[in-house]
């Protein structure tokens, strides 16, 4: 078994490798195991979007706000290291009664702090001038952001280990270390890690490290696409 870190993060991804690095931060000793290699999970295969204008009023809205205060504050002086772009972000409508639904969600989020903008038409082909011309009115969201989310978990993993994080790669999680009801290790093909604290960051896999202490945790995959095209002029400036 290796020596006894104070906190042990199973996954590398974006969560993962955020983690490692305020952990550091804090004084902390950090290992980070990965089944794979770093951010080739779901990080791999995202945006990179950190949008205001999807998230409902609630829990997820707050959480998105934290997110947003994060990447802008603590971390803004590495924001050029994985493309941080607060390109704003639109929402078209382009049916009458979209247009109307549009208006009352905005109006709710306007009286929650969101800054929504409502558009006419030519304000929106001023900022969008590729804009369907089925548009009738849209809603622009000034905070809407995105960066490159392979760059993102790799440097903040690369800050980790800057600061004294431990990384071993191609060593998935298959049991668990236990001392009494605390869970105070991991096994792996690589062996045994042990750490004061276990945090289950593998994100669409984080269900079946829970399972391995007996705890059923609801995380489901869903399938995205991403589409590639030739080398084209930009088209469309905002999220």
């Keep these: 078994m290796s020596e006894r870190a104070d906190v042990i993060i199973i996954g590398a991804g974006i969560i993962g ?9 804090q004084g902390l000793s950090v290992t980070v195991v990965e089944r794979g290699l770093p951010a080739s999970g779901t990080t791999s295969r995202c945006e990179g979007n950190i949008l205001v204008s999807d998230k409902e009023l609630g829990p997820e809205l707050e959480l998105m706000r934290y ?15 994985w ?22 969600v905005t109006t709710s989020q306007r009286s929650h702090g969101i800054v929504a903008e409502p558009l006419d038409i030519p304000a929106l082909r001023e900022l969008e001038p590729n804009v369907t011309d089925r548009a009738l009115g849209a809603a622009f969201y ?23 994080a431990q990384l071993v790669v191609n060593a998935p999680v298959t049991g668990l270390v236990r001392e009494g009801d605390r869970v105070t290790g991991v ?37 995205g696409f991403v589409l590639v095209t030739e080398p ?8």
């Design 17 to 25: 490798a955020a983690t490692a690095y305020f952990a550091t931060l």
């Design 67 to 81: 997110s947003l205060d994060v990447w802008k504050g603590e971390l803004a002086e590495f924001g050029h290291l």
């Design 83 to 104: 493309e941080f772009e607060a390109k704003g972000g639109i929402i078209v409508a382009s049916r009458e009664t979209s247009l109307a639904s549009l208006d009352r």
């Design 142 to 164: 000034p905070e809407d952001s995105q960066v490159q989310p392979i760059l993102a978990a790799s440097h903040l993993l690369r800050l980790a280990r800057e600061r004294g």
């Design 187 to 223: 096994r792996t093909p690589k062996g045994e890690f042990s750490a004061a604290h276990i945090v289950n960051t593998a994100g669409t896999w984080a269900p079946e490290i829970a399972a391995l202490a007996g705890v059923n945790v609801p995380v489901n995959p869903r399938r």
């Design 232 to 239: 084209l002029p930009p088209m469309v400036h905002h999220k």
